[in-house]
């Protein structure tokens, strides 16, 4: 049976990172719809994770992410559906927290490899979202396994989270599995 994957063995040292990430002074509302859900358990298990996360959503079915959204996107995995994301983890963020808190929101939509039928390459699209800001990611995967593409996108996950909180750490991402375009 295929490793899943589940404890997040990626390159690099996730502490250090995700300290930094903790110490950046941000407050993070994060979105995403599966793929990506490594990079979360990081943060999550790491001591302090409310220094930096203030809510997780996982909108994981097609129904779930339509109610997220509030309407249906043209595509789930989409650089859209990634922008609309954030935008709503952005407003919810923006309830919790004080206009003096640096806020920032992170949505990932992912289809990695599958053992079914589905249109369209192994591919995600990371958005970040901060009050003056908003950039978009799309992420392409070539080969390797579901767990392997998992983990890339974990560890791509971390460190454009780390770049949007100005964090000059990265974690090491294997470019033949994964490569933003």
Known sequence: ME???????????????IEAIQSSGYKAALAITGGGSGALHALLAHPGAS??????????????LIAYL?????QS?????AVKMAAKAFERASKYQASSIKL??????????????RKGSD????CA?????????ALEFSGGTRAGQEDALSATLLNLIAENTGVSQRLEV??????IR
């Open 70 to 74: 509030d309407k249906e996107p043209e």
């Open 174 to 179: 294997p470019e033949e599995i994964c490569r």
């Open 104 to 117: 920032l929101s992170i949505s990932c939509t992912a289809a990695l490899q599958t053992n079914r039928e």
């Open 129 to 137: 979202k901060a009050k003056e800001n908003e950039r978009v990611y």
């Open 51 to 64: 220094r930096f996360v203030l809510e997780v959503q996982i909108p994981y079915c097609p129904e779930a």
């Open 77 to 81: 995995c989409s650089a859209d559906a």
């Open 3 to 17: 490793d899943s994957g589940i404890f997040f063995p990626v390159i690099g040292n996730t502490d250090s990172i």
């Open 123 to 126: 591919r995600a699209f990371v």
